[in-house]
């Protein structure tokens, strides 16, 4: 069978996306390819999943060799790992392992060759350990999602909305303000993402002028500098007030505010508040 064709009918019946793709020699004529599937990772029970899948949808075109490693504290190495040598197509399901380097050679061989490589859920981050370091004995691969896969997978997105500008509009002159609007129609828990519907109702935002310097703060007397670049002026400009500043500052925000564009910041940490237009179910396992 067409190395290409071959790969890409196992992605079809797996109904899983290619990750990556790398061609390999012709199998023989009437032979199944040889199909490992390298899993350790105990988020997902693919040890448990993928052997059933295999043998439901696989084994009548592909030799399938399982080979597994243990999740237990402080195991890293592989059972059988030899069988990669010989292997057709590798599937790999593993999460942040760092192998004995002679397993890992056997790994790194198997892609020098120009075999073919399916990652799937936590493959991105196979051999990218995190919050330790290797033994002498052990090697990671730091950049295996790029090398390999071409991706730049870091972590899971944070719990919580995800929201998305609608209407980002500068102020068109020194005597109105800038428009930022947000709209959000996802929530991310426990690492799902659920859609909603919603409404932002609040956002804690400052209004900042454009190109503020020394010298439009020099307009003004005492506390001109503070006022015009540390200020944060809330609500329209036309009455705007400086948060923790003199009067000085105040008036020297007011006139750096007269003679540059205001626009609207939503800086780092701010608060977003959002409604629930309707309810949202959140299943916990």
């Known amino acids: 069978?067409?190395?290409?064709?071959?790969?890409?009918?196992?992605?079809?019946?797996?109904?899983?996306?290619?990750?990556?793709?790398?061609?390999?020699?012709?199998?023989?004529?009437?032979?199944?390819?040889?199909?490992?599937?390298?899993?350790?990772?105990?988020?997902?029970?693919?040890?448990?999943?993928?052997?059933?899948?295999?043998?439901?949808?696989?084994?009548?075109?592909?030799?399938?060799?399982?080979?597994?490693?243990?999740?237990?504290?402080?195991?890293?190495?592989?059972?059988?790992i030899e069988e990669l040598k010989t292997a057709d197509v590798l599937l790999v399901s593993v999460r942040r392992r760092s192998p004995p380097r002679e397993?890992?050679?056997?790994?790194?061989?198997?892609?020098?060759?120009?075999?073919?490589?399916?990652?799937?859920?936590?493959?991105s981050h196979a051999f990218v350990v995190r919050g330790t370091k290797p033994k002498d004995t052990e090697m990671d691969w730091p950049t295996w999602d790029a090398d390999i896969f071409g991706g730049s997978y870091t972590n899971h997105y944070a719990d919580g909305p995800t929201p998305t500008i609608t209407a980002a509009d500068p102020a068109p002159n020194p005597n109105s303000t800038g428009k930022i609007d947000l709209s959000v129609t996802s929530v991310t828990v426990h690492g799902k993402s659920y859609a909603i519907d919603a409404s932002v109702v609040a956002m804690d935002t400052i209004m900042k002028g454009r190109g503020v310097t020394k010298a439009d703060a020099a307009k003004v007397a005492g506390g001109a500098v503070a006022g015009a670049i540390v200020g944060k002026l809330l609500g329209k400009n036309t009455k705007g007030a400086v948060i923790g500043g003199a009067a000085g500052a105040a008036a020297g925000a007011a006139a750096a505010r007269a003679s540059r564009d205001i626009d609207v910041v939503i800086p780092k940490g701010a608060a977003i508040t959002v409604k629930l237009n309707a309810p949202l179910t959140v299943k916990t396992a």
């Open 1 to 80: 069978m067409n190395r290409s064709l071959f790969s890409f009918s196992l992605l079809a019946v797996l109904g899983w996306g290619v990750l990556a793709f790398f061609g390999s020699p012709g199998q023989a004529a009437g032979a199944r390819p040889k199909l490992v599937m390298l899993i350790a990772e105990p988020e997902y029970k693919t040890v448990e999943t993928l052997p059933k899948f295999a043998a439901q949808f696989l084994e009548k075109d592909f030799n399938v060799v399982v080979v597994t490693g243990s999740t237990a504290a402080g195991e890293t190495s592989f059972d059988h």
């Open 103 to 123: 397993q890992m050679q056997i790994i790194k061989d198997y892609i020098m060759a120009g075999h073919p490589v399916v990652g799937i859920r936590t493959a």
